[in-house]
């Protein structure tokens, strides 16, 4: 899975500089704005793949070191109880 993400990040970064150099060889304001957004949207997709990557990298760290990945393994927190 983590060559897919690093697939998929450069994917998006390649989409991303092709749209920004589109913008530089725009012949309109609206076309130059239209493809800073696009590439802004694809920076973002970019961070968002980076996310999910840093996540799964700790989530198999994690799990090598024995610590607990599932929600529902994770130890709870003390309850208080309340005095009415």
Do not use: C
Not at 46 to 64: G, K, N, Q, T
């Amino acid at each position: 899975m983590l060559q897919k993400l690093a697939d998929h990040i450069a994917a998006a970064k390649a989409m991303a500089a092709a749209a920004e150099e589109r913008a530089q060889h725009a012949t309109s304001a609206f076309d130059r704005n239209d493809e800073l957004e696009r590439a802004k949207a694809w920076r973002h997709v970019v961070s968002s793949y980076e996310f999910v990557l840093a996540l799964e990298r700790f989530l198999i760290d994690a799990h090598h070191k024995g610590w607990p990945v599932r929600v529902d393994e994770l130890p709870q927190p003390p309850t208080v109880n309340e005095k009415h």
